[in-house]
């Protein structure tokens, strides 16, 4: 780690050797600009197992509730889901029904397991529970 801190401090030292200076100027006086909120969403996906089973959810999928206080203090515009790689394999007929009838698949993108414990069902009832929180599957 401190090897390749070393070579990143090396090579950014040649770059700023040849660097042109630029000069910024901020006129804060102007009228602002409004910023879109939908900036800000989120995406959930289930990186290596671990943000949904065993982060927002239990890891049989039941949702952690008292998570649901701290992420709605963050007013999250819109939570896409599935997010990232996962949105490929994602196959959301999988996670609507009864649990204990969805299939178990692998995850090519992330050599993972998908159980649809926390299916599109769960996902729905958990972003209604976020609210103000818009829906972008």
């Known amino acids: 780690m401190i090897r390749l801190l ?3 401090i090396f090579l950014l030292q040649i770059k700023i050797s040849n660097a042109q200076i630029t000069h910024v100027k901020f006129n804060f006086n102007e009228a602002s600009t409004t910023i879109d909120p939908m900036i800000y969403g989120q995406m959930l996906e289930n990186v290596n197992d671990s943000m949904i089973y065993g982060g927002i959810t239990e ?6 509730n008292f998570l649901i206080p701290k992420l709605s ?3 999250i515009p819109v939570m896409r889901w599935p ?3 996962v949105i ?3 196959r959301w007929k999988y996670g609507v029904g009864p649990r204990n009838l969805r299939p178990t698949t692998e995850t090519h993108a992330w050599k993972g397991i998908e159980n649809y414990q926390f299916g599109t069902d769960e996902f729905l009832k958990w972003c209604r529970k976020l609210k103000p929180c818009l829906i972008s599957i």
Request: proline letters at 0%; a negative charge; one cysteine or more.
């Open 73 to 75: 203090e963050l007013q």
């Open 83 to 85: 997010g990232g790689t």
């Open 88 to 90: 490929h394999e994602y």
């Open 59 to 64: 890891l049989n999928g039941d949702v952690r």
């Open 6 to 8: 070393v070579i990143c």
